[in-house]
Nanobody, 123 residues
Framework: QVQLVESGGGLVQAGGSLRLSCVAS????????MGWFRQAPAKAREYVGA????????SYADSVKGRFTISRENAKNTVYLQMNSLKPEDTAVYYC????????????????WGQGTQVTVSS
């Protein structure tokens, strides 16, 4: 088990950038594959992207591909979500999640979740 804490959310104008961080507790962070999800009001939780334990395997949802970048620093127990060219439809609470299984776009495959950080993009 790992405990996850996200930070870096905030209010930004359309076209702007934000970088979210997710810090994990525990000594086994490097063995976990990490995912980013988001949930807008009255909508289902949506997959954003995921990164494998080594940082080599990365996948993105089509809606963010080319605008968002996921990376990780295992020495710092941290995974990042760099978000560029933000749009109002990116407004949501963003969550990081960890799984000991392979990287997945399905929330049910992740058994460790952070509390989320709010991202609001104004038009």
């Amino acid at each position: 088990q790992v405990q996850l804490v996200e930070s870096g959310g905030g209010l930004v104008q359309a076209g702007g950038s934000l970088r979210l961080s997710c810090v994990a507790s525990g000594r086994t962070f490097s063995s976990y594959n990490m995912g980013w999800f988001r949930q807008a009001p009255a909508k289902a939780r949506e997959y954003v992207g995921a990164i494998g334990w080594s940082g080599v395997a990365i996948s993105y949802a089509d809606s963010v591909k080319g605008r968002f970048t996921i990376s990780r620093e295992n020495a710092k127990n941290t995974v990042y979500l760099q978000m560029n060219s933000l749009k109002p439809e990116d407004t949501a609470v963003y969550y990081c999640a960890a799984t000991p299984r392979g990287i997945s776009r399905y929330a049910t495959d992740y058994n460790n979740w952070g509390q989320g950080t709010q991202v609001t993009v104004s038009s």
